[in-house]
Nanobody, 123 residues
């Protein structure tokens, strides 16, 4: 079971960025996936989640309308398109997978976690 997030970096306010999460076959097939983030000194925050088929997506209130989650099951990869980035989006972004169940905004529903990728948004 493996998840690996990448694509983070240093960007300026308003810039777009696309994060990717590559997963092993056993981690990806049939599983709902999610993105979470954690800023320094803050608790982990829900960002977005997507069902296995991609038909169901949910977003955290702070990113709704700016971020887009998607997945390519053939490539075993999930994406997070981040538009109109703000300094308050600065955080380590993590991808996660459920063992079973549909898309969820609760981090305790996820059993597999990848290492994070740091996104820093300068003002």
């Amino acid at each position: 079971v493996q998840l690996q997030a990448f694509g983070g970096g240093l960007v300026q306010t308003g810039d777009p960025l696309r994060l990717s999460c590559a997963a092993s076959e056993g981690t990806f097939r049939g599983r709902a996936l999610g993105w979470f983030r954690q800023a320094p000194g803050k608790e982990r925050e829900f960002v977005a989640t997507i069902s296995y088929g991609g038909g169901t997506t949910y977003y955290g209130d702070s990113v709704k309308g700016r971020f887009t989650i998607s997945r390519d099951n053939a490539k075993k990869t999930m994406y997070l398109r981040t538009d109109s980035l703000k300094p308050e989006d600065t955080a380590v972004y993590y991808c996660a997978a459920r063992i079973r169940g549909d898309a969820s905004s609760n981090d305790y529903d996820y059993h597999y976690w990848g290492q994070g990728t740091l996104v820093t948004v300068s003002s």
